[in-house]
């Protein structure tokens, strides 16, 4: 058999030569065996070392995470109470000039945090506090002496007409309450009482059979739309100037009743 050479780190040597092991010591065999031994550990060694890198790597970057995390709810949670605050202060604000909507603002503000399980600010504890403590009814309109049958604000909300079974109309002042103008004139309980879009003129309807037009300004009759004895109704023109239709107004009573 023609001899076989084996290259094991660097090193020729003869491991057959006829068929029989040739001068190979056991102190060599031993010698290989631990370089073997050695060079398997070191890369298990670089294995482990790699992974540990790795997971600390991982660590590293959820660590980064969680941090931006908390950051994000902090700003957000500073978010939350800056808007809180800022909606209880409008509704402190707006508790003389609108209760109704600084009510809402209020509950607003109290909800600026709580639906994301946050503390409520102070703030919006005192506005919804103010908000419940403040009248919703601003004003009381007391003058009529008998029923009042329908009560109409005036284009520019700064005026309502109300209309009563006292067979008057009356104006008032809507921010205050204030009486402004008595429309009289009428025989039976008025139904009704509308301004004009212009908020101008009233036109009153009554159940003495007519419907009454008054200049608001003058507090004067200008015309009388429907006369008991006449049974004149309100011309196309007028209806539309006032924003009626034929149903707004009684019908006219037979003429001479």
Known sequence: MSENVALLVGYSIPLF???????????LLIAIIVFLFILA????????????RA?????????????ANEQKNRADYQT?????????????????????LSLLLA????????????PVVPQADEALYR??????????LSGHTDSARSAVFSPDNKYIVTASDDKTAKIWDAKSGQLRFTLSGHTDAVNSA??????????TASNDGT?????????????????????????KEERVQFGLDEQALPTPLPTGK
Do not use: C
């Open 131 to 140: 908000a419940l403590a403040s009248p919703v009814l601003k004003t009381t």
């Open 55 to 67: 997971n600390t790597a991982e660590a590293g970057a959820q660590g980064q995470a969680k941090f």
């Open 17 to 27: 030569n006829g068929g029989q092991v040739d001068h190979l010591t056991p102190y």
């Open 194 to 203: 509308a301004f004009s879009p212009d908020g101008k003129s009233v036109v």
């Open 80 to 100: 939350h109470i800056a808007n809180a605050r800022w909606l209880a202060a409008n509704s402190i604000a707006q508790q003389e000039a609108d209760p109704k």
């Open 41 to 52: 550990q070191d890369n298990d060694t670089k294995a482990n070392t790699q992974l540990y």
């Open 211 to 235: 419907a009454r037009v008054y200049r608001v300004d003058l507090e004067e009759l200008l015309q009388v739309a429907q006369e008991r004895t006449s049974g004149r109704q309100l011309s």
């Open 107 to 118: 509950m607003e503000a109290i909800s600026a945090t709580r639906q994301y399980k946050e």
